[in-house]
């Protein structure tokens, strides 16, 4: 949970949300007639910056991608919406969630395709980490749940940096 002597301004997590549409064309694709994962990749990079400088207010820049999982593919003609949101604040660095659905057409129903962890650093103009001037404080069982996550995997990355991954 966020300290108590944090002294920073507090932004609710929905201030931030970033909701992004795309329509998979023919140059998405790949050899497997399916979006090519590099561009959805990109697409989601941008749905987290947008997100991440929305709750900074600075640049940022995107350090680490955690649990990119691919779940399902899309079509040419598809519908495709990313949801990004802040789940965790550090001093220079924010995790943002990004979740992939495809939209059916005909239904509106939204499927998962794919989500991720995005760490974004807020820096300065020569790219140098700069302290973040808000944090969040998670509201609901769920904004709570992805914060103690995002602790964990931040525990991970360190391990891994220690074992020289």
């Known amino acids: ?6 002294n920073r301004n507090i932004k609710s997590i929905k201030d931030s ?20 994962g590099g561009r959805l990749m990109q697409w989601m990079d941008e749905a987290a910056g947008i997100c991440a ?6 640049l940022i820049t995107t350090a ?24 965790y604040v550090g001093n220079t660095s924010m995790e943002v969630r990004v979740d992939v659905y ?4 005909k239904t509106g129903l939204r499927h998962v395709i794919n989500r991720a962890y995005f760490t ?3 820096v300065d103009e020569e790219g140098k980490p700069i302290p973040l001037q808000y944090t969040i404080k998670p509201e609901t069982p769920l904004e709570q749940a992805e914060w103690e996550g995002a602790l964990k995997r931040i525990e991970m990355r ?3 940096r220690s074992e020289g991954y």
């Open 158 to 160: 360190r391990a891994r």
């Open 17 to 36: 949300l970033t909701e992004c549409m795309r329509i998979v064309k023919y140059e998405d694709i790949n050899g497997g007639s399916r979006l090519f």
């Open 120 to 122: 974004e650093v807020s």
């Open 102 to 105: 495809m939209e059916e057409r």
């Open 1 to 6: 949970m966020v300290s108590d002597t944090d």
């Open 53 to 58: 400088m929305r709750h900074s207010g600075s």
């Open 64 to 87: 680490a991608v955690d649990n990119l999982q691919f779940k399902k593919g899309a079509y040419i003609g598809d519908i495709i919406l990313l949801s990004a949101k802040i789940t």
